[in-house]
Protein backbone atom coordinates (compact mmCIF):
# COMPACT_ATOMS: atom_id res chain seq x y z
CA UNK A 1 0.00 0.00 0.00
CA UNK A 2 2.67 2.67 0.75
CA UNK A 3 4.48 1.89 -2.62
CA UNK A 4 1.15 2.51 -4.45
CA UNK A 5 0.20 5.80 -2.22
CA UNK A 6 4.16 7.43 -3.10
CA UNK A 7 3.92 5.82 -6.76
CA UNK A 8 0.47 8.15 -6.70
CA UNK A 9 1.91 11.42 -5.01
CA UNK A 10 4.99 11.00 -7.43
CA UNK A 11 3.38 10.86 -10.46
CA UNK A 12 0.70 13.76 -9.69
CA UNK A 13 2.47 15.64 -7.12
CA UNK A 14 -0.02 15.21 -5.00
CA UNK A 15 -0.70 13.41 -1.51
CA UNK A 16 -3.45 11.27 -1.29
CA UNK A 17 -5.68 10.90 1.00
CA UNK A 18 -6.80 7.44 2.95
CA UNK A 19 -10.30 6.88 3.01
CA UNK A 20 -10.85 4.22 5.42
CA UNK A 21 -12.98 2.92 8.53
CA UNK A 22 -12.22 2.67 12.02
CA UNK A 23 -11.47 -0.89 11.86
CA UNK A 24 -9.41 -0.87 9.26
CA UNK A 25 -7.80 2.32 10.35
CA UNK A 26 -6.80 0.27 13.89
CA UNK A 27 -5.54 -2.80 12.02
CA UNK A 28 -3.61 -1.81 8.65
CA UNK A 29 -2.66 1.94 9.28
CA UNK A 30 -1.51 1.98 12.96
CA UNK A 31 1.62 2.38 11.56
CA UNK A 32 4.17 5.90 11.64
CA UNK A 33 4.95 5.73 7.96
CA UNK A 34 0.83 6.42 7.57
CA UNK A 35 1.71 9.56 9.60
CA UNK A 36 1.89 11.74 6.38
CA UNK A 37 -1.23 10.92 5.35
CA UNK A 38 -4.66 12.74 5.62
CA UNK A 39 -7.61 10.42 6.93
CA UNK A 40 -11.15 10.52 5.27
CA UNK A 41 -12.79 8.41 7.95
CA UNK A 42 -16.27 6.78 7.18
CA UNK A 43 -17.80 6.35 10.64
CA UNK A 44 -21.72 6.47 10.51
CA UNK A 45 -22.70 7.99 13.91
CA UNK A 46 -24.19 11.12 15.17
CA UNK A 47 -20.98 11.27 17.65
CA UNK A 48 -17.78 12.98 16.49
CA UNK A 49 -14.70 10.31 16.40
CA UNK A 50 -12.47 11.22 18.89
CA UNK A 51 -9.66 8.23 19.04
CA UNK A 52 -8.90 8.80 15.73
CA UNK A 53 -6.82 10.91 13.34
CA UNK A 54 -8.70 12.26 11.08
CA UNK A 55 -9.53 15.25 8.36
CA UNK A 56 -12.93 14.52 7.06
CA UNK A 57 -15.42 12.29 8.73
CA UNK A 58 -18.44 10.62 6.61
CA UNK A 59 -21.03 10.50 8.98
CA UNK A 60 -23.75 9.11 7.12
CA UNK A 61 -24.42 7.83 3.62
CA UNK A 62 -28.10 8.11 3.90
CA UNK A 63 -28.06 12.30 3.86
CA UNK A 64 -30.16 14.61 2.05
CA UNK A 65 -29.04 17.46 0.40
CA UNK A 66 -31.43 20.24 -1.38
CA UNK A 67 -31.45 19.33 -5.17
CA UNK A 68 -30.50 15.77 -5.21
CA UNK A 69 -33.47 13.38 -5.20
CA UNK A 70 -31.78 9.93 -3.62
CA UNK A 71 -29.65 9.77 0.15
CA UNK A 72 -26.44 11.30 -0.44
CA UNK A 73 -22.89 10.74 1.64
CA UNK A 74 -22.37 13.93 4.17
CA UNK A 75 -19.03 14.82 5.35
CA UNK A 76 -17.71 16.88 8.36
CA UNK A 77 -14.03 18.65 7.82
CA UNK A 78 -12.04 19.06 10.75
CA UNK A 79 -11.12 22.65 10.90
CA UNK A 80 -12.32 26.17 9.56
CA UNK A 81 -12.95 27.76 6.05
CA UNK A 82 -9.34 29.00 6.10
CA UNK A 83 -7.99 26.01 6.95
CA UNK A 84 -9.75 24.27 4.18
CA UNK A 85 -8.81 27.17 1.67
CA UNK A 86 -4.80 27.00 2.76
CA UNK A 87 -5.36 23.25 2.37
CA UNK A 88 -6.59 23.33 -0.88
CA UNK A 89 -4.69 26.24 -2.24
CA UNK A 90 -1.10 24.00 -1.19
CA UNK A 91 -2.66 20.80 -3.69
Known amino acids: MLL ?3 SVEAYYGVRPILYTYVMYQ ?3 LDDKRFNKYDIWLAR ?3 ERPRRQKWMIWQFTDRGQASGIAPRVDLNV ?3 NIDKMRKYL ?3
Do not use: A, V
Request: net charge negative; aromatic share 26%.
Open 4 to 6: WLE
Open 26 to 28: REY
Open 44 to 46: YSD
Open 77 to 79: YDG
Open 89 to 91: SDL
